[in-house]
């Protein structure tokens, strides 16, 4: 899927990996350039993915763990109805307040407790640094959680930090390893492409695209 050019995590300010993701959002205040896993532009992953595609209006797509908006932005100018949800009321505030005429249904939702109604509700899933952000303990219920609103025919996309089998996981961003992208199998999802990208500054991030 081409060279990425992400620097999630790098230079982080304040120490990301010990507060929680409201705090996050609003200890910055309108200083948005200060949270690290916002471009403020969409994701190059999800639009070198969508410019390889032919649908877009008519289907309906969820952005996970949506931040500052830009990725649902995006969907919903090729035509998709997009829903979006954040853990963080902050986060969805200022996607509203940045987006005042959008379309997109911003919502406040926990990953983990998503409405019923979602489910395999939707064409398109998109994930991004969401899988790597949650505790190791909840990884397997957070990939059925992911895979849950994808609808038949439909696609996930994920892009996440990478990391081998066997190396140490660290800390936050925990890294994902391929055997843990793996268990999106047991939920009936089918890998469909899988990259594994280096950036210049030695991240490894994996990007892979599943569908039911």
Known sequence: MGQPTDNFGEDAVPDWSTQEFDELY????????????????????????LDAQDAGPGRRALVVACGLGDDAEELARRGYEVTA???????????????PESTVDYRVADLLALPAAWARGYDL?????????????????????????????????VRCSGRGDDEPVG????PVSRADLASFAGEGL???SFTDDVTESGRRFFAGVYRR
Do not use: H, M
């Open 171 to 174: 800390s936050r961003p925990w």
């Open 125 to 157: 899933v998109f994930e991004l640094y969401t899988i790597q952000s949650l505790p190791l303990a909840a990884r397997r219920d957070v990939v059925a959680a992911l895979a849950a609103p994808v609808a038949a025919g439909g696609t996930l996309l």
């Open 85 to 99: 949800f954040d853990l963080s009321e902050t986060a969805i505030g200022w996607c509203r307040k940045r987006f």
């Open 190 to 192: 089918a890998e469909v």
């Open 26 to 49: 609003a200890s910055v205040g309108a200083d948005l350039d200060q949270v690290p896993w916002a471009r403020l532009r969409p994701n190059p992953t999800l639009l070198e993915w």
